[in-house]
């Protein structure tokens, strides 16, 4: 069997028990794997698992989630006789633990990376790049998101499924993107998701991220996950001088709204709106 077999033997059962988050992560670790796909998993020695380390060029987080994955496969593998070593316990990530001191820098767009993405601002595949960024909303947010629950004429979209209490909030869509959601929201009339593929079907993540997201920026040779999306506009509104609390209501970070306060208290959509539109 192949890696690419193992992988989705293994997949199809594990997925089913695990929550949608940690799928997400398994998924984004298995892209990195690519060169390995069509290896007999067999022969694999350490080597080549350690080159997919060594030559992926992630953070130590996303490292550890790799490492996981490997773990995982082996020991799928192992109580399948189909091979006999497990080479997951020898990985070394522990090298790349410290070492990312410019992280933040790494992990955002520049100012002229984002300038690159808006010269092709009428390709509706880097629309949703800009969507993302404009708005510091979770790739697996805007993807799940639904036409219900987006309104156009007051500028925001409410996140109905999100990973925490706070995530649950009301988003402004920022002037300099609104004419995307329009075309989006428009676009595919059958579909129920803003978002949704030539046939009107609603992105998985998995093709979202690797047939559009990543082949979109490497035609311009930038290279950032969509999770670098977020902590961009967070520094975006933070450069504009935006005040913490706000910024915490928009992204859905602890501490911005208590419950008590999300239902009695009255909504103005207007001052979050006042604020993405400074960036």
């Keep these: 069997m192949t890696f690419k077999e193992v992988y989705?033997?293994?997949?199809?059962?594990?997925?089913?028990?695990?929550?949608?988050?940690?799928?997400?992560?398994?998924?984004?670790?298995?892209?990195?794997?690519?060169?390995?796909?069509?290896?007999?998993?067999?022969?694999?020695?350490?080597?080549?698992?350690?080159?997919v380390v060594d030559d992926c060029n992630k953070n130590y987080p996303t490292l550890i989630k790799l490492k996981t994955l490997f773990k995982q496969l082996y020991k799928y593998a192992l109580k399948n006789d189909i091979c006999e070593k497990d080479y997951a316990a020898h990985i070394d990530i522990v090298?790349?633990?410290?070492?990312?001191?410019?992280?933040?820098?790494?992990e955002r767009f520049t100012?002229?990376?984002?300038?690159?993405?808006?010269?092709?601002k009428d390709d509706k595949i880097y629309q949703t790049i800009l969507m993302l960024i404009y708005s510091g909303c979770r790739i697996s947010e805007l993807l799940d998101l639904k036409k219900e629950n987006v309104h156009l004429e007051e500028q925001y979209f409410d996140i109905m499924k999100s990973k925490t209490e706070n995530g649950l909030r009301k988003v402004p869509i920022a002037d300099k993107v609104l004419p995307f959601f329009e075309k989006w929201y428009h676009n595919y009339p059958e579909c129920e998701y803003l978002l949704g593929t030539s046939k009107g079907r609603h992105f998985k993540y998995n093709t979202y991220l690797k047939d559009y997201y990543n082949y979109a920026l490497e035609k311009?040779?930038?290279?950032?996950?969509?999770?670098?999306?977020?902590?961009?506009?967070?520094?975006?509104l933070a450069f504009?001088?935006?005040?913490?609390?706000?910024?915490?209501?928009?992204?859905?970070?602890?501490?911005?709204?208590?419950?008590?306060?999300?239902?009695?208290t009255h909504f103005d959509i207007k001052p979050l709106l006042n604020a993405v539109n400074q960036i």
């Design 8 to 51: 989705e033997n293994w997949s199809s059962k594990k997925f089913l028990t695990i929550a949608h988050s940690n799928i997400n992560g398994y998924k984004a670790v298995y892209i990195i794997c690519e060169e390995l796909y069509n290896k007999e998993f067999r022969k694999l020695k350490f080597v080549d698992l350690q080159k």
């Design 95 to 106: 090298q790349y633990k410290n070492k990312n001191k410019n992280k933040q820098e790494r």
């Design 111 to 120: 100012d002229d990376e984002i300038q690159e993405i808006w010269k092709k």
């Design 220 to 236: 311009l040779d930038i290279h950032h996950t969509p999770h670098c999306c977020r902590p961009t506009f967070i520094l975006m």
């Design 240 to 264: 504009a001088k935006v005040d913490q609390t706000t910024i915490k209501k928009i992204v859905g970070h602890t501490g911005a709204m208590s419950l008590t306060e999300k239902v009695y």
